[in-house]
């Protein structure tokens, strides 16, 4: 059972920074793809980055790059969003998932809130 735990959300001034955690357990991941996703209230999930543990190869959305990075650890089965410049639109619930190899992500964390203030 893939179980995935996010922490690390909060409320922060625009222009601040804050960095979420993701606990993965339950199996190896050192072949998945881990993610961030973010929802806002009445707008649809959206993706926010993604990183393979094996590799290392990472990706991000126009919206977030040279603001945020992702990083992760298959040792410790963790994976980091490093969030600065916060702006209000980043407001959201942010979701770690977990894609197996060759899948699209099916793994998903119960979300953690974050709130940048203007």
């Known amino acids: 059972q893939v179980q995935l735990v996010e922490s690390g959300g909060g409320l922060v001034q625009a222009g601040g920074s804050l960095r979420l955690s993701c606990a993965a357990s339950?199996?190896?991941?050192?072949?998945?793809?881990m993610g961030w996703f973010r929802q806002a209230p009445g707008k649809e999930r959206e993706f926010v980055a993604s990183v393979y543990l094996s590799g290392g190869y990472t990706a991000y959305a126009d919206s977030v790059k040279g603001r945020f990075t992702i990083s992760g650890d298959n040792a410790k089965k963790m994976v980091w969003l490093q969030m600065n410049s916060l702006a209000p639109e980043d407001s959201a619930v942010y979701s770690c998932a977990a894609a197996p190899p060759g899948n699209p992500f099916a793994y998903w964390g119960q979300g953690t809130q974050v709130t940048v203030s203007s």
């Open positions: 339950g199996r190896t991941f050192s072949s998945y793809r």
